[in-house]
């Protein structure tokens, strides 16, 4: 079954301290996956995707197809970074399976 | 500027009263799809389109309609809404090749009393 799991509904950090959010995923084929962001009240925002391998406001993510984990890590967390994270996964014709999503709060 | 535009942003209305939510995108993007956002279980899919007059089913489609007689839009519609459909609905568009990332409107907020 074709599955994203993000096991922590809340992280909560200090301003400065290392970030990551966890995303594991179910899949048969070759996965493209993905990072959108959510920040308050706003639309979803595609944050990076693996197949790129940029870093995107400080934060990556790197694919390990071994543990079929795609986390996503950022060294020094900032205020602005607090937001509703997503990861999803491209199952074939652009269909996306998400994650239920992880809340990161960073406090000053 | 290139956007996803949804109409209305917040609607409250009745059980059963029939409703439909505007979709459009201004990208040209053949690819087309709608998600409701509930707590706890994160994004899912209802419909998608991948070009103009070819939709599909997504994860829960039940209870919800769509057409795609233009490229540029994509309405949800819902025939007989019921309180289970209160929930924050979000519009979607990418290029249909690739693995091109999806651009999400602003999102529609309905309660259905």
């Known amino acids: 079954a074709q599955r994203v799991t993000q096991p922590e509904k809340l992280l909560s950090v200090f301003k400065g301290a290392p970030v990551e959010l966890k995303c594991n995923y179910s899949y048969s084929g070759s996965p493209e996956l993905f990072w959108y962001v959510q920040y308050s009240r706003q639309r979803l925002q595609l944050l990076l995707r693996h197949i790129s391998r940029e870093s995107i406001k400080g934060f990556t993510a790197d694919l390990n197809k071994g543990e079929t984990s795609f986390h996503l890590k950022k060294p020094f967390a900032q205020e602005e970074d607090s937001a509703m994270y997503y990861c999803a996964l491209n199952t074939g014709f652009q269909k996306l399976v998400f994650g239920t999503g992880t809340r990161l709060l960073v406090s000053p | 500027e290139a956007q996803v535009t949804q109409n209305p942003r917040y609607l409250i209305t009745v059980t059963g009263k029939k409703l439909t939510v505007t979709c459009s995108q201004n990208m040209n993007h053949e690819y087309m799809s709608w998600y409701r956002q509930d707590p706890g279980l994160g994004l899912r899919q209802i419909y998608y389109?991948?070009?103009?007059?070819?939709?599909d089913k997504g994860d829960v489609p039940e209870g919800y309609k769509v057409s795609r007689k233009e490229k540029r839009n994509f309405p949800l519609i819902l025939e007989s809404p019921s309180p289970n459909q209160t929930s924050l609905y979000f519009c979607a568009s990418s290029l249909s090749q690739g693995n091109q990332p999806q651009h999400f409107g602003d999102g529609t907020r309905l309660s259905i009393l």
């Open positions: 389109s991948m070009n103009v007059e070819v939709t």
